[in-house]
């Protein structure tokens, strides 16, 4: 294996900086999955039948606290790769900690919404635009839950096995995954809620 | 027995009994066959845990020559059907099955692993590198592609088979009108395929970009692999609109979702625009590995170097990016205004010009050439002409207001199987015999070669163009009978008769296979062709790491530069090669998608969960496992070189 030390340590082999760009792509197969959903979404968004309709089910205040844990462990996942980066691991761990815990209360947040709707009669079954509506939304949150167990495995791994070129490049991956569905959840944000509510 | 009805057949007959028993028998046979020659641990280390590219690249040709005999069986039946007026050899619902699996069979569960097998076995050694850039992966996406294959293929002996034609349009596909499992199963097993799939993009993508021989610059690299990354790339994101739709349609099916109902807003044109949107495409990831097959092949025997390559590459991006914007061709009559159906038309009349660039490039390599009519060549100067005639035809579905006659007859079956048999098909059995010897170390008998093309190719004809005149005459396509006063009864015999002949020519095909495995000669060189490009630069058989030494690229032609003009393709010596550790992970991965892919058709949520978990688990152990793969020696790779080279000149 060469080793380039000139590199950041999740680029250091051929082999990490391979699983970077492989990750880009699939980036971008993401972003054409949740493209059709968003384009599935403003299809059926008006197509309510006897449901309720966007603006009368939205409620603004789980769905900020939502935002905000959601970009803050965003920005705490970029500490994280800061501290990484200047191979600090505790710091790193303690980073990817409060992430991680902020991700665990988005989802609590989430759950609790999804609650809430199926209490107003908006359910899977009730009409195209709730189907639509709790698939996206249940798309991302699906995302986030297999990034928490996924971001776990990798602070247990950082813990057990220091900061190597593995688990440096694993948690650098991790990140952009992470960020990756802060910006989701930014159009999610604007264009589901926002717009619904307006 | 409540719990066992559910996989009865809800429509049986004697066939498909016939075929349950066949296949538990082969079944029985070949587990008694592999116990017998104590071949299980050979079974499972060299090929079930395989992360070779070459290895498997040769599953999935395996798999594509099954299937092509699978789904060769469907039409066959389907032909024979329609040969005489009111022919009772298959009901309605019979025939309305069999359509649909052939269609799904053909396209996804063959021409898709045919063309995985070339990206796999071919793009490494094209670009000299020594495996793909995620081999571990590769390994699941092919797993991934078989369990869906099996998966489907089991739909018509347990619980009953598909049956709302391969682009399973809603509302047909819903539960109201079709109540069987058999929707299920194309929602779940396509899906499990289509994953692999995407993944196999991501891979080759990574592979292409980054792991090219030192010297090849983007613009040196063979057509074929430019049409693999191109392929793969379109792959990347076209899949995902397919994964979204199918996800949909199984909520539909199995959650009781409205989207694609009638009902509570529900959106049945919804499901037709994302198929096609990821149909359409999916046309062209089939067509243009087929073109670089063909780019390679027509200029290693009209011994020219291929003209015009950078109007090649430029027409395949062209082609492309057109293909994600004319996908309302498919349902010009189905309600959408004459605004949108103007620009779908031309947006598809479009794309006959890359294509026809294509054709003149192709047309001018072998201008002034030393043409050499080889197999794979003669099944070459058969696919431009014929080929021509499915683009035509293409374009004059393309208009929208003549398309209100075409549609849904058979002029449209006899259209797509004109680009289809001629243009994939025929590259698929070109690139077969050309790259036979690099595969298995001999040639395939030119003689019963070239009788295969030409009988498939008069049966092709035979087939196919009376079709288009019983379809400008008004038969519609996927109905099961006709009636004597129609007047459709000769055109459909004929068509009949060439369905056979067609059968002929694969029976031909496998006899050459038989043929020439006990009687061609051994004795070839790594280079029978008298090729241009690196597949041809390493041994035969190709040695696990590929390559001894890493070549170094100058031109487009490498190979035949180190032929003819004196370049240097290996320099330096022979260093210690890192290679990647076979894994049973993504077998059994394949496996657990199996069981949940299996459960979620009957719904049994219990087994779904299990499955659920098992994938979970592989996903989770993949994490914490420490794999840094292994080296080999200079040694052993100086054994292999000296043992490889003696066997040959
Ligand atoms: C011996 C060769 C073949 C024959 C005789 C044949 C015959 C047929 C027939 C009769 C139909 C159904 C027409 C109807 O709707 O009633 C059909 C449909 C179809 N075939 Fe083939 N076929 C052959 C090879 C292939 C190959 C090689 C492919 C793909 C690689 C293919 C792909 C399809 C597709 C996609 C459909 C449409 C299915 C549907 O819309 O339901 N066929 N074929
Ligand atoms: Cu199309």
């Not at chain 2, 003209?307 to 004319?326: C, D, P, T």
Request: with cysteine; glycine share 8%.
């Amino acid at each position: 294996m060469k080793v380039d030390n000139s590199l950041p340590l999740e680029y250091s082999t051929e082999e990490n900086s391979l699983k970077i760009l492989g990750f880009w792509i699939f980036l971008g197969a993401e972003i054409m999955l949740f493209a059709t959903l968003f384009a599935s979404y403003f299809t059926l968004v008006n197509r309510t039948g006897n449901g309720p309709t966007g603006a009368e089910i939205f409620e603004i205040t789980p769905v900020l606290i939502e935002t905000i844990l959601l970009l803050t462990s965003s920005f705490t996942i970029g500490l994280g790769i800061h501290a990484m980066r200047i191979g600090n691991k505790k710091a790193t761990m303690a980073f990817f900690f409060i992430t991680l815990l902020l991700g665990a209360g988005f989802l609590g947040f989430e759950i609790f919404e999804f609650v809430h709707y199926v209490h107003v009669g908006a359910t899977l079954q009730t009409s195209a635009f709730t189907a639509i509506l709790l698939t996206t939304l249940g798309t991302h949150g699906l995302h986030v839950t297999f990034g928490f167990f996924w971001g776990l495995f990798i602070l247990l791994q950082i813990k057990k096995r220091g900061l190597t070129r593995e688990t440096a490049n694993k948690s650098f991956i991790f990140s952009l995954y992470w960020h990756f569905l802060d910006v989701v959840w930014i159009f999610i944000f604007s264009f589901i809620y926002l717009k619904g509510m307006m | 027995m409540d719990f066992f009805e559910r996989f009865a057949v809800p429509h049986p007959s004697f066939l498909i009994y016939a075929s349950m028993v066949g296949i538990g028998l082969t079944m029985i046979a070949i587990v008694i066959g592999i116990t017998y020659f104590k071949k299980w641990g050979y079974l499972w280390s060299e090929w079930l845990t395989t992360v070779d590219h070459k290895r498997i690249g040769i599953m999935y040709l395996l798999s594509a020559l099954l299937m092509l005999f699978r789904g060769g069986v469907d039409a066959i039946m389907m032909r024979s059907q329609l040969a005489l007026p009111d022919n009772t050899l298959l009901d309605s619902q019979h025939y309305n099955e069999i359509f649909t699996t052939h269609g799904v069979v053909m396209i996804l569960f063959m021409a898709m692993p045919f063309i995985m097998f070339f990206f796999n076995f071919i793009v490494p050694l094209q670009i000299g590198a020594r495996d793909v850039a995620f081999p571990r992966l590769n390994a699941i996406s092919f797993w991934l592609f078989f369990m869906g294959m099996g998966l489907f293929n089991l739909s018509f002996i347990i619980g009953g088979s598909p049956d709302a034609g391969w682009t399973s349009y809603f509302p047909l596909a819903g539960n109201e009108f079709s109540s069987s499992v058999g929707t299920n199963y194309y929602m779940i097993a396509i899906q499990i395929a289509g994953i692999g799939t995407l993944l196999t993009g991501i891979n080759f993508m990574t592979t292409i970009l980054k792991m090219r021989a030192p010297g090849m610059t983007l613009m040196k690299m063979p057509m074929f692999t430019w049409s693999a990354f191109i392929a793969n790339v379109i792959i990347v994101f076209a899949f995902p609109v397919l994964t979204v739709a199918l996800a949909m349609g199984t909520m539909d099916r199995l959650f009781g979702t409205n989207f694609f109902t009638t009902v509570n807003g529900g959106m049945d044109m919804l499901w037709a625009n994302l198929f096609w949107v990821w149909g359409h495409p999916e046309v062209y990831i089939l067509i243009l590995p087929a073109f670089g097959l063909y780019s390679e092949i027509i200029s290693t025997f009209a011994k020219r170097n291929l003209y015009g390559y950078k109007s090649m590459v430029a027409s395949m991006v062209l082609i492309s990016l057109l293909s994600f914007f004319v996908w309302a061709h498919h349902f010009f009559t189905m309600g959408q205004g004459a605004l949108t159906n103007s620009i779908f038309s031309i947006t598809t009349m479009a794309i006959a010009v890359p294509t026809g660039v294509k054709i003149f490039n192709w047309l001018f390599t072998l201008w002034k050439g030393k043409i050499e009519f080889t197999t794979p060549m003669l099944y070459s100067m058969l696919f431009i002409p014929l080929f021509t005639l499915g683009g035509v035809t293409g374009v004059m579905l393309a208009m929208s207001a003549a398309d209100y006659q075409y549609h849904n007859t058979m002029f449209l079956v006899a259209h797509f199987h004109n680009v289809i048999i001629p243009g994939v098909v025929y590259a698929m059995l070109a690139g077969l015999t050309y790259y036979w010897p690099k595969l298995f170390g001999f040639m395939l008998n030119e003689k019963l070669g070239k009788w295969t093309a030409w009988v498939l190719s008069i049966g092709f004809v035979l087939a196919f163009i009376p079709m288009y005149i019983t379809g400008l005459d008004g038969q519609a396509r996927r109905m099961y009978t006709y009636s004597e006063s129609t007047g459709f009864g000769l055109l459909n015999m004929v068509s009949f008769v060439g369905a056979a002949i067609m059968a002929v020519g694969f029976v031909l095909l496998v006899y050459n296979i038989y043929y020439s495995t006990r009687y061609a000669s051994r004795d070839i060189s790594n280079d029978p062709w008298d090729a241009r490009s690196l597949e041809w630069a390493t041994h035969t058989p190709v040695p696990e790491y590929n390559f001894a030494i890493t070549p170094q690229v100058n031109t487009t032609q490498p190979f035949w530069d180190s032929k003819k003009n004196g370049h240097q393709l290996f320099k330096g010596k022979i260093e210690k090669i890192h290679m990647p550790n076979n894994s049973g992970l993504p077998f059994i991965m394949g496996c657990f998608f199996f069981v949940f892919g299996f459960a979620m058709v009957f719904s049994m949520w219990p087994l779904v969960i299990i499955g659920l978990i098992g994938i979970l688990a592989c996903l989770a152990y993949r994490s914490f496992e420490k794999d840094h793969g292994r080296y080999i020696s200079v040694e052993e790779i100086e054994e292999t070189e000296t043992k490889l080279r003696g066997a040959k000149q």
